[in-house]
């Protein structure tokens, strides 16, 4: 495979992917379904195939107004910065001294090679997880396996159960997997600060040769 959008033109003639999107089609007529369409997959068009480096693996995208765009934890310029967000800031800091921009939006991380995937690609106006049984769990192990066999060595940043069980598929041993407690409000204090991710990831990079992240990201004008 050469690109994300060679990979969506192979599903979209899988008969899963086409019953997947009939199902999001359906509950888009109903009523607000998040992110919009055209944000669906962009994680995809600003984290371009051959630039991949890092992969961070959310659940479900953020079902309020105005929130999600396609890419795990981050949310658009504009929003109030979520708590789970908020503390890989707080993480950011204590890892590599950089100070948390002025916003919750993660664009400038995914432009530099990291995708930030969800495990369901949509869900419901106010209703968390309300999609994950259309067949998104399908289309996530097969993007995985694309990743699995990428010719490059990946970090794979995995927060919580729920990432670490989806990613059971990936078992390629030039990649390098970065279990911890996920940054939730809920579950941070039991081991997510002070797991030092960010700096984890840029070691190996850099050891593989690949190149670190610029893990700082410029404040937003308003």
Not at 55 to 73: E, N
Not at 77 to 100: C, F, H, V, W
Request: glycine content about 10%.
């Amino acid at each position: 495979m050469k690109s994300w959008s060679e990979f969506l033109e192979q599903e979209a003639n899988e008969t899963y992917f086409v019953e997947l999107m009939e199902k999001v089609g359906v509950a888009r007529r109903l009523g607000n379904v998040y992110p919009p369409e055209e944000d669906m997959f962009s994680c995809f068009k600003l984290c371009p195939y051959e630039k991949t480096k890092v992969v961070i693996i959310g659940q479900d995208p953020y079902h309020r107004a105005g929130q999600a765009h396609g890419l795990s934890f981050s949310v658009k310029p504009g929003q109030k910065i979520p708590p789970s967000l908020r503390n890989m800031y707080k993480e950011l800091k204590t890892d590599l001294n950089i100070d948390a921009p002025n916003h919750g939006y993660l664009g400038g991380w995914a432009e530099q090679g990291v995708l930030m995937m969800n495990t369901s690609w949509s869900v419901q106006e106010g209703a968390a997880g309300s999609h994950k049984s259309y067949g998104w769990a399908t289309f996530t192990k097969r993007v995985l396996a694309e990743l699995n066999d990428y010719p490059e060595p990946l970090v794979f940043i995995l927060w919580g159960n729920h990432a670490q069980k989806v990613a059971e598929g990936v078992t390629n041993p030039k990649h390098y997997l970065i279990k911890g407690t996920h940054p939730s409000p809920l579950a941070a204090n039991g081991g997510f600060f002070g797991s030092q991710p960010f700096s984890k990831a840029n070691d190996f990079l850099e050891k593989s040769g690949r190149g670190k992240i610029d893990w700082a990201l410029q404040n937003i004008n308003s």
